[in-house]
């Protein structure tokens, strides 16, 4: 109750700041609440944007596409380099060094290289999304006890059923975590490149709106990406505690 | 030794680390009959995990083989021999129970039969009530209790223990060990015990092997055949746990002289 009551003091206080802030400020750069407001109404009424739905659903697309292909290509790769050590030394620095350039720099070339289309938005949020996942993996494999792996032997365990009854849950809180930085990061790249280039998606509406310096359609929409992030990022952390019960 | 039902015969095992090949073992032999408590003392990094490991199939011979039951040892054979390892090693995502069904449910026991032989074995050891635990819930004692449970639940002839209370305070040792001779004596599996305690080793076992610092030979064989439960002050007990301390301060002193 109190930490409701805190938090919500904070909100309150902090559109109250913007309202007191933008009304002083330039009109076509800042919107304040009391002008967003009727636009978020008008956004969500389909007023103003009536194709919203269908842009939201490129993105989501989008988002699922290169979701999908990181988790499918940061498990396996993952995998390969944590079970076998050849591989991981062969290729473990290579992945940590292209993990420490800032991805953004790429996204010119995959624009020129996918085009404007969906393409390179989802190329670019699997290239986010893919090196936690893998990292976790490997950060996962490590934890992973060598006694339980000799338990498991003793016992008369397959290297399969080692793998799937000992390895995987013995790894699970590290992965999910993984997983759950991987679709944030996936999310924002598929958004990132919408905003820098695109002719659909919430991003293209959104870099739309601001190219048009039309500020308070361009903060409702922002607002309404903002919600549906918190809301998916939310479904994940629950996913998250969910493994971290059941693991530790 | 002919006809033991544990047959380890001029067994040698050699290790290669950075600074070098470590001998741990040279030319171990000993036989262990059935229904035996064998417990194997000797000073530290004298091989006897080692040994055990390679009786248990985690490890191979160098020299030398090791045969269960008449069938040379060729990796882990959980229809023959279950073991506990110092480390309790549960699963800390499973139940206590499920921890101790974990064997059965790899031998493809159905579901239903594995649950009431794990509730079967829980009872007895005085875990009934955290049968829904996990580890994390548990004393150290009743972890290796549940470890112990697990092997049991395997219900094979021979049950090997690597130090399985070497990590528990003294009175929770005393107590695990003559809890632990109580099911021995009801089930009479075969069982090797390796251990630092010369408490355990005259208190539990009806033979004590005594090895020696590294390389680890058999350094000799003491039959126990003292009835159980034995009286820890009887003049026998003392003598016998004397003249055990006596060979193993030796080795222990020259395992210390090489280490430094």
């Known amino acids: ?248 | 030794m002919a006809g033991a039902l544990i047959v380890v015969d001029r067994v040698s095992k050699r290790y290669t680390t950075r600074s070098g090949v470590v001998e741990a073992l040279r030319d171990v032999s000993l036989g262990v009959s059935e229904g035996e408590f064998c417990t194997i003392i000797g000073p530290s990094g004298c091989g006897k995990s080692t040994l055990l490991a390679m009786i248990g199939g985690l490890a191979t011979p160098d020299d030398g083989h090791i045969s269960v039951d008449g069938a040379a040892v060729d990796g882990p054979d959980p229809t023959r021999v279950a073991t506990v390892f110092q480390d309790p090693g549960l699963f800390p995502w499973r139940t206590a129970l499920e921890n101790v069904e974990f064997g059965l449910e790899l031998q493809g026991t159905p579901r239903a039969e594995r649950r009431r032989i794990a509730s079967d074995l829980l009872g007895p050891l005085g875990l009934r009530p955290f049968a829904a635990k996990y580890p994390r819930e548990l004393s150290g004692g009743m972890r290796q209790r549940v470890a112990i449970a697990r092997a049991l639940a395997l219900d094979t002839k021979i049950v090997l223990m690597d130090e399985p209370f070497g990590a528990l305070d003294e009175q929770t040792r005393v107590l695990m060990g003559e809890w632990l001779l109580e099911i021995w004596r009801r089930t009479r599996k075969t069982v090797i015990f390796v251990t630092h305690s010369l408490q355990e080793a005259v208190s539990l076992s009806t033979r004590v092997a005594v090895m020696t610092a590294r390389p680890g030979r058999v350094k000799l064989v003491l039959d126990l055949p003292m009835d159980y439960p034995r009286a820890i002050e009887s003049p026998e007990i003392v003598a016998l746990r004397a003249k055990l301390w006596g060979e193993i301060r030796e080795e222990s002193l020259r395992a210390i002289a090489e280490s430094t």
């Open chain 1, 1 to 248: 109750m109190t930490v409701a009551a805190i938090r919500l003091a904070l909100v309150l206080a902090l559109v109250l700041a913007w309202e007191g802030a933008a009304r002083f400020s330039n009109p076509l750069l800042s919107a304040p609440p009391s002008v967003v407001l009727p636009a978020l109404v008008r956004v969500l009424t389909l007023d103003s944007y009536p194709e919203l739905p269908r842009h939201l659903l490129v993105t989501a697309r989008e988002i699922a596409i290169a979701y999908a292909m990181a988790v499918l290509a940061g498990l396996a790769i993952g995998f390969a380099l944590g079970l076998y050590r050849t591989l991981g030394r062969a290729y473990g620095p290579i992945l940590a060094a292209l993990y420490a350039v800032p991805a953004v720099v790429w996204y010119p070339s995959l624009m020129l290289f996918f085009g404007l289309d969906s393409s390179s938005k989802i190329a670019f949020g699997f290239l986010l999304g893919f090196f936690p996942i893998t990292l976790a993996v490997l950060a996962g494999i490590r934890q992973v006890s060598p006694q339980l792996v000799t338990v498991a032997r003793a016992f008369g365990a397959t290297p399969l059923t080692t793998f799937v009854k000992v390895m995987v849950p013995a790894m699970m809180f590290t992965l999910v975590g993984g997983l759950r930085t991987g679709l944030a990061l996936t999310v924002i790249g598929v958004i990132v490149g919408e905003i820098l280039g695109s002719r659909q998606g919430i991003g293209s509406l959104i870099n739309h709106a601001y190219g048009l310096l039309r500020t308070a359609d361009y903060v409702a929409l922002v607002l309404v990406t903002l919600v549906l992030i918190v809301a998916s990022d939310a479904l994940a952390s629950l996913v998250e505690h969910r493994a971290q019960r059941w693991s530790e």
